[in-house]
């Protein structure tokens, strides 16, 4: 299928582990997964070839091992938490599928009662077939987060675009949550974010995005519609780049 009606002929989507679960809340929502996948499999139907990097935070977040109180090692808490990634994966992989997608869950630690192993080069044909790629398990080495782990997916899958979904409507000056007066940029450079501390993805994935020039944009995919809107290359969220227009911020 021919992308139609998009900007983007691949993209790669990077959903937290928040993002599973009710704000506020832990564990899985299979309502919220399905609103997730229900912008997806409408994005998909565009002809989009859409991958998608998860999160595992909802279920279990590395860092809540790391204290010296506890007697786990960090890199085996990177890994437990990398297979929370799996949960959720499997969680929308279901999802997708009663919504009539085809997709693939492909982890980077092998697991193949539940999943075939991330292969590069096989991830990019079942993109092509138009089925839509779910990646688990991060880069599967410890000490890398997510974020890097979509980085360096968008660039081995040669995407587009590197779609970072969150709760709020793109990349504040502050936490709008907590200064009402934050103000909200539609365009950032590279540089801008790593001057200004902007909390948008971890450094080294935003490195990673400035040395190959890889854009990102960062949304918000609670709002109906918006994963459909972003693929489509409609205004929504802020652009990260090389390049900034003159006019980058939105009152």
Known sequence: MSATNTAHRRVVLKLSGESFSRAGERGISMEEVVHIARQTSQAAKRGVQIAIVIGGGNILRGAQFTSASTSIQEATAHYMGMLATVINGLALQDALESL?????????IRMDGVAEPYIRRRARRH????????????????????????????????????????????????DPEKN???????????????????RVMDPTAITQCMEHNMPILVFNFKKEGNIVRAVAGEKVGTRIGSEVLESSRRE
């Open 180 to 198: 009402p007066h934050a103000v909200l940029y539609s365009e950032l450079s590279y540089s801008q974010v790593r001057e200004q501390n902007l």
């Open 100 to 108: 009539g997608c085809e997709t693939r869950l492909s982890t980077a």
């Open 127 to 174: 993109l092509e077939k138009g089925r839509i790629v779910i990646l688990a398990c991060g880069t599967g080495s410890p000490f890398v987060t997510t974020d890097t782990a979509a980085a360096q997916r968008a660039l081995e899958l040669e995407a587009d675009v590197l779609l970072k979904a969150t709760r709020v409507d793109g990349v504040y000056s502050d």
